[in-house]
């Protein structure tokens, strides 16, 4: 091929590639827009209103949110830290199973669970029934029964259902360590739980502190557990503002401040990673060896690892299946089918919406590689670390001002707010990160040598993106459809407040019957919602386990 025919055909796609950029940079915009709109509705005049939340309910908002992130945090250090531990290090009854089952209660939302153990616990539930039963008390007077609809209750549902970001994380990293660094701890006399909390742990920081920081945006996130649970958090106070106050401007001054906490977050987790990196001290690469533990202690891994994915799992589970089995013609009685067909239409028109964008942004990056592209490519992730009370109020005063725009250049009105279009761009605002992040890791694996020899066979870059890319990264274009599929099926708050009316989802209906004391009727609903989320979190344990081969060694593990 001559150089003026390369030069040409060079010259040929830079329209194309800028043509690509210019729709990244655009989509970056449009997705960051509601985020743009909460603050700049915060700092726009809106009487005394902030200076009565402050006075009255902020202080409690802030205190509340931090005693729940606080200790949801150390519920899932303990239980996602420890079980990866176990899981990765050790060889005993079960390990196997556990490895994969232990992300299960992943795909439990907070607040399912949350009406389940309220079912299960309180005053007429099953299990005071049984106390009384055994014991002869009669009133509330005659015993004492811890109280879970209360912050430490909340605690402890989060923490039964978000651990699993914990241990994804942290499993991966203790995969990756060196096992040199384990074994020259062992060498100088350090016990196996010594060399947890001395070297592996301590190694694994960046990725723990990274699923702690996802464990508490989480928290910070969650409406139906604390609604439920009356817990004054900033989710609920900003449901309560705006919607119950009929306060928006309200709404985002308190959505702001919950904005600065998911900042310090981020700058937490960045922090705990910036300049920790380690390597192995040696070119050869040694297998994972699993050391095998004694009858005494396999016993005890075996019940540490099996009493999360009972309580997170299993357990509530369960008594939704009982439930809707006993209760499965009042449960369709409900329009269920209708509320199906709602949730899995958005789901179904998001995920397509959101893989598209995600093959445009990530492919853009790819075709000029610029800094700024993959700067856009970041901007446009950050909706997914924003709660979705906060991106509903900018969703709302993003269409306000696109309808002012069309009303002041055509003389109409462009109603999108409360209808299906403002439910499913909060969606896109929010999820889109999840199939951005995916497909960038899938075609950054794919050689450029490929595309060197596309472009010498005369293929342009959309051509390149369809008929070379595109076939590659099919698996992973199908789980990230997938992901952001169960995530649009489990989020409320968003759909709560950007809903058209009348319209119910599983997760809305759920929540409005769990609410009413009616989780018999709602709990098909709930176990739907399950079953869409075990097949991603079964793919994604898979997918970690397969990282790193291990060794079992026939001899038996210290304490």
Not at 420 to 436: K, M, P
Request: net charge positive; glycine share 8%; charged share 15%.
């Amino acid at each position: 091929m001559s150089s003026e025919t390369a030069g040409r055909r060079h010259f040929m796609s830079l329209p194309l590639v800028d043509g690509w950029s210019a729709v990244t940079v655009a989509l970056a915009l449009v997705l960051t827009l509601p985020i743009i709109a909460v603050i700049s509705l915060a700092l726009a005049p809106a009487g005394d209103i902030w200076s009565h939340l402050a006075s009255t309910v902020l202080p409690h908002y802030i205190s509340t949110s931090l005693w729940l992130m606080t200790g949801t945090a150390l519920g899932t250090l303990v239980i996602g830290a420890g079980t990866a531990w176990l899981v990765t290090m050790y060889e005993f009854p079960g390990r196997r199973l556990f490895e994969w089952a232990l992300v299960l209660p992943l795909a439990m939302p907070a607040y399912v669970i949350a009406y389940v153990y309220t079912d299960l616990l309180e005053f007429a539930g099953p299990v005071q029934g049984m106390l009384r039963d055994m014991f002869g008390w009669q009133t509330r007077l005659d015993y004492w029964f811890p109280n879970i609809r209360t912050l430490g209750g909340a605690i402890a549902m989060m923490s039964l259902v978000l651990y699993p970001y914990v241990y994804l994380l942290a499993r991966a990293a203790f995969l990756e360590q060196s096992v040199c660094a384990l074994e020259v701890s062992r060498t100088l006399g350090k016990s196996a739980f010594q060399t947890f909390r001395h070297v592996a742990l301590p190694l694994a920081r960046p990725a723990v502190i990274a699923g702690l920081s996802l464990v508490m945006m989480e928290t910070l996130n969650d409406f139906g557990t604390v609604d439920y649970f009356a817990v004054a958090t900033f989710t609920a106070g900003i449901y309560d503002v705006w919607l119950n106050m009929n306060s928006i401007a309200g709404a985002a001054q308190l959505a702001v401040v919950m904005l600065i906490f998911i900042l310090g977050l981020i700058l937490t987790e960045r922090l705990a990673r910036r300049g920790r990196r380690f390597h192995n001290t040696t070119t050869r690469y040694q297998d994972l060896q699993r050391g095998v533990l004694s009858p005494g202690y396999a016993v005890i891994a075996m019940i540490v690892c099996l009493l999360p994915i009972i309580l997170g799992f299993a357990l509530p589970a369960g008594r939704l299946a009982y439930f809707s089995v006993n209760y499965f013609d009042e449960a369709l009685a409900t329009d269920f089918f209708r509320y199906v067909f709602n949730s899995v239409s958005l789901a179904g028109v998001t995920a397509l919406i959101a893989v598209a964008i995600g093959l445009v942004m990530t492919y853009s990056v790819r075709l000029g590689g610029s800094k700024a592209m993959r700067t856009a490519n970041r901007i446009a992730s950050i909706g997914y670390a924003v709660p979705g009370a906060v991106l509903a109020i900018g969703v709302i005063v993003t269409l306000g001002w696109l309808n002012e725009i069309y009303g002041s250049a055509t003389g109409g009105r462009l109603l999108l707010t409360g209808t299906l279009v403002a439910v499913v761009f909060g969606y896109l605002c929010r999820f889109s990160a999840l199939s951005i992040g995916s497909l960038e890791s899938s075609l950054g694996k794919i050689t450029p040598s490929m595309d060197d020899a596309a472009r010498s066979l005369g293929c342009r870059p959309t051509g390149m993106l369809r008929r070379v890319h595109m076939p590659i990264m099919r698996p992973t274009i199908l789980t990230a459809g997938l992901l952001v599929f169960v995530d649009v099926m489990k989020e409320l708050p968003m759909t709560i407040l950007l809903r058209p009316f009348n319209f119910e989802t599983l997760a809305t209906y759920v929540h409005q019957y769990a609410s009413d004391e009616l989780l018999e009727q709602s709990s098909l609903g709930a176990l739907t919602i399950v079953a869409c989320g075990v097949l991603p979190v079964i793919l994604l344990s898979r997918s970690i386990a397969g990282s790193r081969r291990g060794r079992t060694l026939p001899v038996e593990a210290e304490a």
